[in-house]
Antibody, heavy 113, light 109 residues
Framework: QVQLVQSGSELKKPGASVRVSCKAS????????MNWVRQAPGQGLEWVGW????????TYAQGFTGRFVFSLDTSVTMAYLQISSLEAEDTAVYYC??????WGQGTLVTVSS | QAVVSQEPSLTVSPGGTVTLTCDSS?????????PYWFQQKPGQAPRTLIY???NKYSWTPARFSGSLLGGRAALTLSGAQPEDEADYYC?????????FGGGTKLTVL
């Protein structure tokens, strides 16, 4: 069965970087794109962007260019979201979401001094 | 960028029927927007109920159905159960760019 397992919670200071990982299993990794979605505390869902798991080409939503970077390691069917120069406003749960609606369990990133 | 709108809150009686809708500021919602519907309960990750307008997963309760209704995407819940109390989000795709609705808080009361 399709599974997306994400890395654990992170506590970071402002200005630091974080990398969230998403391990995919149960399907052919390169056949489905991977999206990233953010949910700030008490807020709705916000699309961060997606990466083509066949070509590695990323697409970022408005407002998520520059500090957000998607990457892949297809040898281990992993997708990554790296966020640099963290700000308090980046505090949120980040989800990887496979095309056709399979969700990871979410990774809480807390940015606090 | 288009704005996707949902009812902020709805209430349904146990056993009752309710329809949640998903509207696009860019015009009528069509199957080309690949509408999705997600259910999220407190402290949990969202769970996809409907994809590509009408398609269900094995875990989607039969009482949920998706459709297009009057230029909007719709999620109908027939025979509401207490466990259906949750936040519901729709998603529309605009040439591959995802836009989420603001969510509907559904109360079963």
């Amino acid at each position: 069965q399709v599974q997306l397992v994400q890395s654990g919670s992170e506590l970071k200071k402002p200005g630091a970087s974080v990398r969230v990982s998403c391990k995919a299993s149960g399907y052919t990794f390169s056949e489905y794109s991977m999206n990233w979605v953010r949910q700030a505390p008490g807020q709705g869902l916000e699309w961060v962007g997606w990466i083509n798991t066949n070509t590695g080409n990323p697409t970022y939503a408005q407002g998520f260019t520059g500090r957000f970077v998607f990457s892949l390691d297809t040898s281990v069917t992993m997708a990554y979201l790296q966020i640099s120069s963290l700000e308090a406003e980046d505090t949120a749960v980040y989800y990887c979401v496979r095309n056709k609606g399979y969700w990871g369990q979410g990774t809480l990133v807390t940015v606090s001094s | 960028q288009a704005v996707v709108s949902q009812e902020p809150s709805l209430t349904v009686s146990p056993g009752g029927t309710v329809t949640l809708t998903c509207d696009s500021s860019a015009g009528a919602v069509t199957s080309g927007h690949n509408p999705y519907w997600f259910q999220q309960k407190p402290g949990q990750a969202p769970r996809t109920l409907i994809y590509d307008t009408t398609n269900k997963y094995s875990w989607t309760p039969a009482r949920f159905s998706g459709s297009l209704l009057g230029g909007r995407a719709a999620l109908t819940l027939s025979g509401a159960q207490p466990e259906d109390e949750a936040d519901y989000y729709c998603l529309l795709s605009y040439s591959g760019a995802w836009v989420f609705g603001g969510g509907t808080k559904l109360t079963v009361l």
